[in-house]
């Protein structure tokens, strides 16, 4: 292993499988991480470590790693002094942010935080939830909860819970009455390592490449072949970041052309450009995307 190495935590648990694809798809190979802590990775640079999001940002702060991958949600909960490199917009299931939630039963009275008054909260997420009542002035215990939170909810008087979909929330027949925080995955680092001329580079550089990763899995490529009669008002048609690539063909009287656009656009687009007069028209899938 090469002297100089990055020590990097990534989260063991539900973003564990969402983030090693990441890293795949950036163009990395990482293997082991199901029999071990300590998965392999093909840069001699850089040594893996698996665990919790939940006490990843302590472990940035004291410089047990260097860089490591968490929720904001638990840099907040920890109250952490770590300097964040970037936010990726990924997480267990979707690419939307997850939510902490106050919740109760469907059947309570409780309307709002204020009615918890003198109640009892249940959730894993404890510094934050008394920070939100605190500054509602609104007085509860709340209590630490080991997991199936949802289950609690009939045994306490209401619970604060992640959710990304909302789904288990209504499966457990829970009603939302307010949202404490909303969280991104955060990619962080010890304030010592990003001091540090060779890994600051390092975070940097794969900063780069999980963010092109991550814009490259909602784009994709579109190739056509244009009269150049019709280019003027093919390109209006066009939602392209920049300019689209142009090039002449060995018909003088065509033109290729070349865009990156949204894979949801896609759909809607090709239609169009065939009724403008596009032909040859193509799509592929995109490895990055680098702005």
């Not at 990097?8 to 990441?22: C, E, H, R, V, W």
């Not at 392999?40 to 047990?64: H, N, T």
């Not at 215990?141 to 609690?152: I, L």
Request: net charge negative; glycine share 6%.
């Amino acid at each position: 292993m090469s002297e100089k190495v990055l020590k990097l935590g990534i989260p063991k648990g539900s973003l564990q499988n969402a983030t090693f694809d990441l890293f795949e798809r950036a163009g990395f190979n990482v293997s082991g991480f199901e029999r071990s802590y300590f998965p392999r990775i093909d840069d001699s640079e850089i040594q893996l470590i698996l665990l919790r999001a939940q006490e990843m940002s302590r472990y940035v702060e004291d410089g047990v790693l260097d860089a490591g991958f968490t929720g904001y949600d638990w840099i907040q909960e920890n109250n952490s002094d770590i300097h964040e490199v970037c936010e990726l917009q990924y997480s267990k299931a979707t690419s939307n942010p997850t939510r902490w939630v106050l919740a109760v039963p469907n059947e309570s009275f409780v309307q709002k935080a204020e009615d918890l008054e003198g109640g009892i909260i249940a959730t894993e997420l404890v510094n934050a939830t008394r920070r939100f009542f605190e500054q509602k002035k609104v007085n509860v215990k709340v209590e630490f909860s080991w997991g199936a939170t949802e289950v609690k909810a009939r045994l306490v008087d209401g619970i604060v819970e992640l959710t990304e979909t909302g789904s288990s929330i209504k499966a457990n027949n829970l009603k939302v009455i307010d949202t404490l925080m909303t969280s991104t995955t955060r990619f962080i680092a010890n304030n010592a390592a990003w001091a540090d001329d060779f890994k600051k580079q390092k975070i940097e550089s794969i900063a780069i490449l999980l963010n092109a990763a991550l814009d490259a899995k909602t784009r994709v490529g579109l190739k056509m072949n244009v009269k150049t009669k019709n280019l003027d008002a093919i390109i209006k048609l066009l939602p392209a970041e920049k300019s689209p690539t142009v090039s002449s063909l060995a018909d003088s009287d065509y033109v290729a052309l070349e865009i990156i656009v949204e894979e949801k656009v896609e759909r809607e687009l090709i239609p169009q450009l065939t009724r403008a007069g596009a032909s040859g028209i193509f799509t592929y899938p995109l490895n990055k995307v680098i702005h």
